[in-house]
């Protein structure tokens, strides 16, 4: 069933086989670990026995931000890993891969106008009362067949890494807001919801704080049922409110968002 509704790692079938040229180390600037839970002198070890890892047995994988060297990056992986340098080095090679061959680095507010001009998903302007950047998805808007699947992959990592860019300093995690007012049965996409959190988990991990459903149609939890055990913990994150709620608890008046408004 899983295979059948599309809940699986995102396949980004439109990718370009790139060569990936090994290119020397490029010396990172100071590790911060302020919010690591390790002392900072296994913190540094730790990383450095990815470093090395990566560097001897994955030595033709970019290096530089988002790269192999990337010690910000090394240090992410293996808190989400729980410190195992074995599996921080699995799920970095698969994440730095994927934003070679994707071409997350190339992407720009040109390459995907097409697919946010339908307000489909955009970045709020402003945080939540939490210091959270904000994340919206529209699903009134989103209506499956109308763009290639490419368009929509390019659009929400583009907004994921936009969002991420707007992280205050001391915090990591971004507020997803899934707005369903308007939802109707050809905005059904048993797609969607995998695709963001399936790319969250396995190339963002950690870095999604919570998400909002608001004003939930009825006709919707049947899917959600469906979709709801392939997202796993995931799913835990998920909270169903009204937009009443959203404004009142999540914004101040000077900080809704404007779709929001009354």
Not at 35 to 62: F, G, H, Q, T
Not at 183 to 212: A, G
């Amino acid at each position: 069933m899983a295979q059948c509704l599309g809940f699986s790692v995102p396949s980004f079938r439109h990718f370009k086989t790139v060569s990936v040229q090994s290119k020397k180390p490029v010396k990172s600037s100071t590790l911060s670990i302020r919010s690591c839970s390790l002392p900072p002198e296994n913190a540094y070890k730790l990383v450095a026995e990815v470093k090395e890892k990566l560097d001897r047995e994955y030595s033709a994988l970019p290096v530089g931000k988002n790269g192999r060297d990337d010690e910000e990056m090394i240090l992410w992986f293996l808190q989400d890993r729980n410190y195992s340098v074995k599996d921080a080095v699995s799920k970095l090679t698969k994440a730095i891969r994927w934003r070679h061959e994707f071409g997350v680095a190339e992407l720009s507010e040109e390459s995907i106008k097409s697919a946010a001009e339908t307000g489909k998903a955009y970045v709020h302007d402003y945080l939540d009362v939490y210091d959270r950047p904000v994340l919206i998805a529209n699903l009134s808007k989103h209506i499956p067949g109308d763009q290639e699947l490419y368009e929509d992959e390019k659009l929400y990592t583009f907004m994921i890494e936009k969002a991420l860019a707007k992280l205050p300093p001391g915090k990591q995690e971004i507020l997803a807001i899934i707005d369903f007012r308007g939802f109707e049965k050809k905005n059904v996409d048993v797609k969607f919801l995998p695709f963001l959190f399936d790319t969250l988990y396995y190339y963002y991990p950690q870095r999604l704080s919570e998400v909002l459903f608001v004003d939930t149609p009825f006709m919707y939890m049947p899917i959600w049922q469906l979709i709801k055990p392939f997202l796993k913990s995931y799913a835990d994150l998920v909270k169903f409110c009204s937009s009443k709620t959203l404004v009142e608890e999540y914004f101040t008046l000077d900080t809704v968002p404007d779709d929001f408004r009354n």
